[in-house]
């Protein structure tokens, strides 16, 4: 049965609209967030530019051109899905995901740019962080954030592009200190690696095909990828492969088939361990997350392949809030869209015959409506809720499983 504990709300209906069993296989999809065609500064048309991924084993495009959304529809080729996508430009760049109609964000704040793009329902990536104005490469502008910028942030983004292999062609660098910095202060943001192209070459150099993120999926389509992206399931990469992922409490498991070496980092991007070979498990001590990098060091130093995970979250966390608590790369508790207008899709795994609560509580965890499931067998699930009669603002969803809970936060509009 229901609980309803909300004095204003006359009727709170938790709605089970279905329960559906995912049942298939989990694999990998190779997938580009960053890439521009002639509907902004891009040299392709959006139809040759989807060819060309395609071409190169891509499965997932998101066309991101400045201040344009081509729809999915318009660049769309047998199998290769396309979500429509935006590169807001402003005096940043922050490319939205999912999104419905184009917006023009010249002389937006960073503040206004993720307000549009949550107010489509659509995810947010924020571009090339600290690029910097620099002596040696003076057309590079400070199109990003420093760290200060993203800590004054009250509403941040999805995801932060740990590598943006385009502009980093001359610099080759990644922007691992400012995501670990990010990381201890509270702030989880997934990070991705990405083309942004714009040629397929440039300097000479090919910059197609340079970054991009594998996402596990038990099915190649739309809520899928957001569910997936939600949660962390991806990892970055320029060809370096993760065969085996697992996290089980305190102990975390990895293997490729092409890694030379994996490195564990702890807090503030602290190198853990080095593992020579391409299969490791590590034993967390007391660490707040763990993220790993995998490398190929090529032949001389040239060719060098890397991957990255996810960081890991732990719960005993401290002070930490609840959204920020869990284990990102295979908790499968997620829900979408989120910001949510009417219907939460809440997502969850089970391993065998198990006993599901589900609750929806308000900020100050007082529960507004809770429900009681029983499953028989191992699965991947999904619970669509009638939220319509919240009021506007920030509330909590839980999944209980088997004595372990798991609480995110997700915004009413």
């Not at 917006?103 to 206004?112: E, R, Y």
């Not at 099915?219 to 697992?246: K, M, P």
């Not at 009021?391 to 999944?399: A, E, H, K, M």
Request: negative net charge.
């Amino acid at each position: 049965m229901w609980v309803k504990s909300m004095k204003k709300l006359i009727f709170f209906s938790f709605m089970l609209l279905s329960i559906s069993g995912f049942g298939q296989q989990y694999r990998y999809y190779k997938m580009q967030m960053h890439c521009h065609s002639t509907n902004s500064d891009g040299v392709m048309s959006p139809d040759s530019v989807a060819k060309q991924y395609l071409s190169r084993g891509y499965r997932i495009l998101c066309l991101t051109d400045h201040n344009y959304v081509t729809p999915d529809s318009a660049y769309a080729i047998p199998g290769l899905l396309t979500i429509s996508s935006e590169e807001y430009t402003f005096a940043k760049h922050m490319n939205g995901f999912f999104l419905k109609h184009t917006v023009d964000a010249t002389g937006f704040t960073p503040q206004q740019a993720i307000d549009s793009v949550r107010a489509q329902g659509g995810m947010i990536q924020f571009n090339h962080p600290v690029v910097a104005p620099n002596t040696s490469f003076p057309f590079i502008n400070d199109w990003s954030y420093t760290f200060p910028q993203f800590m004054a942030l009250q509403n941040g983004p999805d995801f932060i592009e740990v590598h943006n292999a385009g502009t980093d062609l001359l610099q080759a660098t990644f922007k691992m200190p400012i995501w670990d910095s990010l990381l201890m202060n509270n702030r989880k943001f997934w990070g991705t690696a990405t083309d942004d192209m714009h040629h397929l070459t440039e300097v000479g150099l090919q910059s197609i095909d340079i970054g991009w993120v594998q996402i596990l999926l038990d099915s190649l389509c739309q809520d899928s990828v957001r569910a997936a992206l939600v949660r962390g399931d991806f990892y970055g990469s320029n060809g370096v492969e993760i065969s085996q992922y697992s996290v089980k409490g305190d102990t975390i498991h990895i293997a490729s088939a092409n890694a030379a070496t994996i490195d564990f980092i702890g807090d503030w991007g602290q190198l853990l361990c080095e593992v020579a070979g391409n299969e490791a498990t590590f034993v967390r001590t007391n660490q707040k997350y763990i993220r790993i990098e995998l490398k190929d060091n090529g032949i001389l130093g040239v060719g060098k392949k890397y991957a990255f995970t996810q960081p890991v979250f732990f719960k005993d966390m401290g002070n930490a809030s609840v959204d920020e608590v869990d284990n990102g790369f295979h908790h499968n508790v997620s829900a979408f869209p989120n910001p949510c207008s009417s219907i939460l899709n809440v997502c969850f795994s089970t391993e065998g015959k198990s006993n599901v609560i589900i609750e929806i509580s308000d900020i100050t965890g007082k529960q507004l409506m809770s429900e009681n499931n029983s499953f028989q067998q191992k699965g991947n699930y999904k619970i669509p809720v009638d939220v319509s009669q919240l009021t506007r603002g920030i509330y909590l969803y839980s999944v209980e499983t088997n004595g372990t809970k798991i609480t995110k936060k997700f915004i009413k509009t």
